[in-house]
C-alpha cells in the first residue's frame, strides 16, 4: 500500500495516533526515517498549516497534529543505535517565536546520529541568547525560525555576537529561510540547512567528522 503526505495529512486531522503510526511507520519501512520525515511528515504538516490560514482547519487541529509528531519523532528515533559523537559543545533554540517542532525534528534527528545537543528553548531576546551562548560556551548554535521578520532579526544578534568575541558557529533553519536560499548570508549566518539531514551533513562538516 502506497502512503502519501495527503494520507499522512487526513490521518493526523482525525488525532488518532495509531492511525498516524501506522501510516509512518509503513513509509518509514519503505523509505527510510529522514526521506520519511523531509518528504512526507513536514509536507503534511505544511498542508495542514495552510488549510488552517484558508479555514478549512482549526487552530486545535493544527496544535494536535504538531503534538502527534512530536511522539512520533520521539517513538522513532528512541530506539536508534549511535555512537556517542565527542566534541563541540552544540546547542539549538527557537529564536523570537514559540514554534518548536522544527526544532524538535532537527534535534531528534541529530540525536539519533550521536551529537549531544542542548536545547534551549524560546528565546524572544538577543540579550537572553548571547547570556546562554556564553554560559554554556556553545561552539556550534542551530537557530530555528518561522516567520521572515523573526529571521531578518539574527542578523543583529550574530553582531552582537561576534562583537562580543564569540567565535560560535551559527547555522539556521526554517521557512523563511527554505523560500529565500539566499537569506541566511544576508542575516551572516555561517550555514544553512533546509532538512534535518542536511543539519547533520553540516555538523558533520564542521567538526570534521566523516562518519
Do not use: C
Not at 7 to 28: C, M, N, P, T, W
Not at 70 to 95: C, M
Not at 184 to 198: F, H, L, P
Request: hydrophobic share 40%.
Amino acid at each position: 500500500m502506497d502512503i502519501t503526505s495527503s494520507d499522512l495529512e487526513l490521518a493526523l486531522l482525525s488525532a488518532s495516533y495509531s492511525r498516524v503510526s501506522k501510516q509512518f511507520g509503513l513509509i518509514v519501512s519503505e523509505q527510510g526515517l529522514q526521506m520519511a520525515v523531509d518528504s512526507y511528515l513536514i509536507d503534511a504538516l505544511e498542508r495542514i498549516g495552510r488549510s488552517w490560514a484558508e479555514g478549512r482547519a482549526s487552530l486545535s487541529q493544527v496544535y494536535i497534529a504538531g503534538k502527534i509528531s512530536e511522539r512520533l519523532l520521539d517513538e522513532f528515533t528512541r530506539d536508534i543505535e549511535h555512537e556517542k559523537k565527542d566534541g563541540a559543545r552544540i546547542a539549538i533554540v527557537t529564536l523570537y517565536d514559540r514554534h518548536t517542532l522544527g526544532k524538535r525534528i532537527v534535534r531528534s534527528f541529530l540525536r539519533s546520529s550521536g551529537y549531544e545537543v542542548m536545547d534551549l528553548g524560546s528565546l524572544s531576546s538577543n540579550e537572553e541568547l548571547l547570556g546562554v551562548v556564553k554560559k554554556y560556551d556553545v561552539e556550534i548554535l542551530l537557530i530555528s525560525v518561522l516567520m521572515l521578520h523573526s529571521a531578518l532579526k539574527i542578523e543583529s544578534f550574530i553582531t552582537e555576537l561576534k562583537e562580543s568575541g564569540f567565535q560560535t558557529k551559527v547555522v539556521v533553519g526554517g521557512a523563511p529561510f527554505n523560500a529565500d536560499e539566499t537569506l541566511w548570508r544576508r542575516v551572516k549566518a555561517d550555514r544553512y540547512g533546509k532538512t534535518a539531514a542536511e543539519a547533520i551533513n553540516i555538523l558533520n562538516e564542521i567538526t570534521g567528522d566523516s562518519r
